[in-house]
């Protein structure tokens, strides 16, 4: 964790996960935490906490997870979303270093939950976990959801879990194409994304890099371990962070991420309405996502 940010982890399912977890260790530079019930929990190596889960099978969203900031905070949200009929498991200490957490599902099925976690620091980059390489991403950004009903889960994460919207794209006759939300400062802990298929539950998970320079080192091991990026670098508009992005050995797109905006709770949510010809992506220009980018989830 840190500060600002909410988004806490993510379990993702692969295709092959010795293959996963070799990428994301050896070239990503995850340190790898644990193996629990068939799970491998990878950690960015700041703090004690879970970065990312992998459990073989499919690809795409096992769960999501966004931080609380204490029980009595699980308390309130299990009752409310009890209220509104929403299945609600309270969980605990079920993975590394978790100290609560109510897990639930969004409308269209993915997984999701609120955590408390024991390691509460702030990231000093002299104390490290593991073998940490000093490339390696700062802490796990955000995850953006590919959803096959925007609007179903968007309103849900509105009005059940108290997710703000800080830009929005919406469709001609006003439906949301992609939506980008917060639970605190931070521009966005979760995006949504058009589904290309109901089977598939993820755009993309984020890592926060050092800055650019460290996504150019990354860039650079990625290009010497025989991977290639699939879009970026460039600055996004949504957020104003710079990106790259590739399609990591298990199946699911990653995104390397800097200089994330926060917002002020008072502000007001930018939306745009898209047009078939504009590239929304890039703010600097240059790099042109391809249909398969803006499109494909896993
Ligand atoms: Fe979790
Ligand atoms: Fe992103």
């Known amino acids: 964790m840190s500060g600002v ?24 530079g995850l340190t790898e935490l644990e193996e629990r019930d068939g799970v491998v929990y990878l950690g960015c190596g700041l703090d004690e906490n879970y970065d990312l889960g992998l459990v073989e099978g499919g ?7 966004v931080r609380a900031p204490d029980e009595e905070t699980l308390d309130e949200y299990e009752s409310r979303l009890g209220e509104a009929g929403v299945d609600v ?12 957490g109510v897990r639930f599902e969004l409308p269209t099925g993915i997984g999701m939950e609120l955590v408390t976690v024991a390691d509460a620091s702030y990231h000093h980059p002299t104390r490290t976990v593991g073998d940490r390489k000093r490339t390696a ?5 955000h995850a953006n959801l590919a959803s096959y009903h925007p609007d179903r889960d968007l309103d849900f994460l509105t009005e059940h879990l108290d997710f703000v919207v800080s830009d929005r794209i919406e469709g001609e006759t006003g439906f949301t194409v992609q939506a980008w939300v917060r639970r605190g400062d931070f521009h966005h802990d979760l995006g949504i994304s058009t589904a290309d298929n109901v089977a598939h539950t993820l755009h993309h998970l984020s890592f926060e890099m050092a800055g650019i320079d460290a996504i150019k080192a990354f860039c650079d091991d990625l290009t010497a ?12 508009n949504a957020g104003s962070n710079v990106f790259a992005y590739l399609w990591s050995p298990g199946g699911n797109r990653i ?12 502000a007001e949510p930018g939306v745009r309405t898209i047009t078939r010809e504009e590239n929304t992506v890039s ?4 790099v042109v996502p391809t249909r398969e980018f803006l499109e494909k989830g896993s």
């Open 89 to 100: 498991e309270r969980t605990g200490g079920a993975e590394p270093n978790q100290t609560g």
């Open 255 to 266: 995104e390397l991420t800097a200089e994330m905006a926060t917002v002020d709770e008072s």
């Open 137 to 141: 991403p700062v802490d796990v950004d």
């Open 5 to 28: 940010r909410k988004f806490e982890h993510a379990t993702l399912r692969v295709t092959d996960l010795p293959a996963a977890v070799e990428f994301y260790t050896e070239v990503l």
């Open 283 to 286: 703010s600097w220009g240059g």
């Open 59 to 65: 690809t795409g969203v096992d769960h999501v997870a």
């Open 225 to 236: 371990a025989g991977h290639q990026l699939e879009l970026g670098p460039s600055r996004h």
